[in-house]
């Protein structure tokens, strides 16, 4: 029998514990899916929540290993943010999802983990989701100039966002030669 690694295949839910008792007021929701812990956090504690499950010793969430964002075009809110944390020592995983209204904004947690850094201006720049208080949030991939999201429901691949007024643009040069060959 090998020595290596050993995955707990239980949910961490102490983790969820843990924080209803650090922060009373900041778990809105779990769910679990393949053994795998979902919270749903309040928009406005999403920094705090973040150093909390840090910095406390018995969470120990000490890594940030993604950070994304989905666009939903129906619902009570148009922006889930998530971020997936990893504790490094103790091997566990927890999923983190902070819901935005039109409009609304979240906390860059850069301070918290630099490395958000790229991350929350990739998803600025392909979803349209705004980081408040973010060191530089500008374009990663795209050009600075470019008006549009990529990653938007609503974006028309042949054309740009569907739901402009603007003229249809071409897509990339070389698109619909690929489609004929």
Not at 55 to 76: F, I, N, P, Q, W
Not at 86 to 99: G, P, Q, S
Not at 110 to 123: F, I, Y
């Amino acid at each position: 029998m090998s020595a290596g690694p050993f995955v707990d295949p239980s949910p961490p839910r102490h983790l969820v514990e843990r924080l209803e008792a650090l922060r009373p007021g900041a778990v809105l929701a779990v769910s679990e899916f393949r053994n795998e812990l979902t919270v749903e956090i309040p928009r406005e504690q999403g920094v705090e929540v973040c150093r909390i499950l840090r910095d406390d010793r018995e969470t120990a969430c000490d890594m940030l290993t993604d950070l994304t964002a989905v666009h939903h075009l129906e619902g009570d809110y148009e922006y889930e943010v998530v971020y997936q944390l990893h504790a490094l020592a103790r091997n566990h995983r927890l999923r983190l999802k902070v819901r935005l209204r039109p409009g609304e904004t979240v906390s860059s947690v850069t301070p918290v983990w630099r490395g958000a850094d790229w991350l929350e201006r990739e998803v600025f720049d392909l979803i349209g989701v705004r980081f408040a208080g973010h060191p530089d949030l500008r374009r990663i991939l795209m050009p600075e100039d470019f008006p549009d999201h990529p990653l938007r429901k609503d974006f028309d691949v042949e054309g740009g966002p569907a739901s402009t007024d603007k003229a249809p643009r071409p897509a990339s040069p070389g698109f619909r030669d690929m489609e004929h060959a």
